[in-house]
């Protein structure tokens, strides 16, 4: 079992940069494949970024790749989302998820553990 808590959301203006934060409990961090995605009210969630154990492979989303970085501290059990250059469209509950094994999914069905969800919201 994975315990998955995110913090970092909040309210800000449309450029702005925000840095999401999801801490693991549970199991061994570094055997985790670890994602964000996020749900837009109203909209099925969709995915945003992804990172393998090790950190070194990272996939993205075409509508944040270049304005988002995801990254992890394994020593931490924590896994980021810096998110910048925000827009309005940004604006959604975003979650973090884990899955075992490598392979870095884009499928939220693919994860197993998922986070409570926190807040983003960016204003024009």
């Known amino acids: 079992q994975v315990q998955l808590v995110e913090s970092g959301g909040g309210l800000v203006q449309a450029g702005d940069s925000l840095r999401l934060s999801c801490t693991a409990s549970?199991?061994?961090?570094?055997?985790?494949?670890m994602g964000w995605f996020r749900q837009i009210s109203g909209k099925e969630r969709e995915f945003v970024a992804a990172i393998r154990w090790s950190g070194a492979t990272t996939y993205y989303s075409d509508s944040v790749k270049g304005r988002f970085t995801i990254s992890r501290d394994n020593a931490k059990n924590t896994v980021y989302l810096q998110m910048s250059s925000l827009k309005p469209e940004d604006t959604a509950i975003y979650y973090c998820a884990a899955r075992s094994g490598s392979f870095a999914s884009t499928r939220k069905s693919e994860y197993g553990y998922w986070g409570q969800g926190t807040q983003v919201t960016v204003s024009s």
């Open positions: 549970g199991r061994t961090f570094s055997t985790l494949t």
